[in-house]
């Protein structure tokens, strides 16, 4: 398994409040994700990396920001979390697809941090 | 818009029967179709993933059958077994582009 490790696991913070998660990996891959996780929604891209201080944003960004100062570290911030914003968060890495098709362009995901915006 | 939707959100099978599970999408520059499962309190993991370049692919009990013209994938999982039940993903991508978009998942409860 891809080592991955999301922190915190749990948070309940309060309406208007900044909240960093974040996200080490010890695989060296190039690509890290944050998704969020929502009843009918499935798994919806906040942001991405595709290397050191190298990010896009994805369909759902609107108030989230990342940084990316390290390989290994990916940080997710809510500036001023919102109850709309209650939510599972993943994060994930990949080696990144390539034209090998030894390179399965495979997502490997953390266990979640489970945060509840009051 | 979602990129991809997928149905049923809820599938119940009995042990030994054929689960399927159904994904569109729009968007044709996409070219890599990977199926998730994923397990109470855990992340998703890698299923079985496609390209277009063939119609099926099958590992073990799991089929990929690809549609191309039809903008449709699904996923069958033959001789379904209690341990399967999970929620399955499916997602989608442009290969080189390594931006994954996912659908809203199917609940599948196989029932002993």
């Known amino acids: 398994d891809a080592g991955i490790t999301q922190s915190p696991r749990h948070k309940v913070t309060e309406t208007g409040t900044p909240v960093t998660l974040r996200c080490h990996q010890t695989e060296n891959h190039r690509y890290m994700y944050w998704y969020r996780q929502d009843p009918g929604h499935g798994l919806r891209l906040i942001h991405y990396s595709y290397g050191v201080k190298d990010t896009d944003k994805g369909e759902v960004s609107d108030g989230y920001s990342v940084s990316r100062s390290k390989t290994e570290d990916f940080l997710l911030t809510l500036e001023s979390a919102t109850s709309s914003q209650t939510s599972v968060y993943f994060c994930?890495?990949?080696?990144?697809?390539?034209?090998?098709?030894?390179?399965?362009?495979?997502?490997?995901f953390g266990e979640g941090s489970r945060l509840t915006v009051l | 818009q979602q990129q991809v939707k997928q149905s049923p959100q809820s599938l119940i099978v009995q042990k030994g029967g054929i689960s399927i599970i159904n994904c569109a999408y729009e968007n044709t520059a996409f070219d890599y179709f990977p199926w998730y499962q994923q397990f109470p309190g855990k992340g998703p993991a890698l299923l079985i993933a496609i390209r277009p370049d063939v119609s099926e692919k099958k590992e073990g009990r799991f089929t990929i059958s690809f549609n191309k013209s039809a903008k449709q994938f699904s996923l069958h999982i033959m001789d379904s077994q209690p341990g399967d039940s999970a929620t399955y993903f499916c997602a989608a991508s442009i290969y080189n582009f390594n931006k994954f978009y996912f659908g809203s998942g199917t609940k599948l409860n196989v029932k002993p």
């Open positions: 994930a890495t990949g080696r990144g697809a390539s034209g090998g098709r030894e390179n399965t362009g495979e997502l490997f």
